[in-house]
């Protein structure tokens, strides 16, 4: 798995660049905001609602609150 040392060395840019960078990606999105890099994907946030679950081991229902999911999604270009 590559992490930020080696995305920047591959990008001919410094570490703390490339920390900036995500960090800038973070508080947009964190402000409500998607962040779409192009031929790349999207960044955004989604609402996930409260639910209710069973304990696996008593059976009792549990509930999860209301939270937001950081999700991406790949663009139709980006080829693997």
Do not use: C, W
């Not at 973070?26 to 192009?38: C, D, I, Q, S, T």
């Not at 031929?39 to 009792?60: I, S």
Request: charged letters at 25%; aromatic letters at 4%; zero cysteines.
């Amino acid at each position: 798995m590559a992490g930020i040392k080696d995305i920047s060395k591959a990008a001919g840019i410094n570490e703390q660049q490339m920390k900036g960078v995500i960090k800038a990606i973070v508080a947009e999105v964190k402000k409500g905001g998607n962040v779409m890099l192009k031929d790349f994907g999207t960044f955004k946030l989604k609402a996930v609602p409260e639910r209710q679950y069973p304990n696996p081991q008593t059976g009792e229902k549990i509930t999860k609150a209301a939270h937001n999911k950081l999700v991406f999604k790949p663009s139709a270009n980006l080829e693997l």
